[in-house]
């Protein structure tokens, strides 16, 4: 399944974004959906993820309080809600799927989007 990530930009520190993660053609309805970033010079890390029950798992504790994530099942899509956006939350961010529940491997995450810029700066 190939994932459209969509939604970055350019915002100013204490604002919001939402991003938002496609599967043309696939429901996202049974899959776990994770968010992961990658800052400039750093390695990827895990953000959050939706279990395919609608839990909610926290990888990053920075993003605690700030961000969310949900479903559309009407527009078959996923979103990652960022308020109180902060400097260090600049990264590319991607959307993935994983069968079943989250995991905070990336291995266990099988199908990923292209990535969206996020770049929270004044």
């Known amino acids: 399944v190939q994932l459209q990530a969509s939604g970055g930009g350019l915002v100013q520190p204490g604002g919001s974004l939402r991003l938002s993660c496609a599967a043309p053609?696939?429901?996202?309805?049974?899959?776990?959906i994770g968010w992961f970033r990658q800052a400039p010079g750093k390695e990827r890390e895990g953000v959050l993820c939706?279990?395919?029950?609608?839990?909610?798992?926290y990888y990053s504790d920075s993003v605690k309080g700030r961000f969310t994530i949900g479903r559309d099942g009407a527009k078959n899509t996923a979103y990652l809600q960022m308020n109180s956006l902060k400097r260090e939350d600049t990264a590319v961010y991607y959307c993935?799927?994983?069968?079943?529940?989250?995991?905070?491997?990336?291995?266990?995450?099988?199908?990923w989007g292209q990535g969206t810029q996020v770049t929270v700066s004044s």
């Open positions: 993935a799927t994983a069968p079943g529940s989250c995991r905070p491997e990336e291995y266990a995450f099988n199908s």
């Open positions: 053609g696939f429901t996202l309805d049974y899959d776990a």
């Open positions: 939706l279990s395919e029950s609608d839990d909610i798992i």
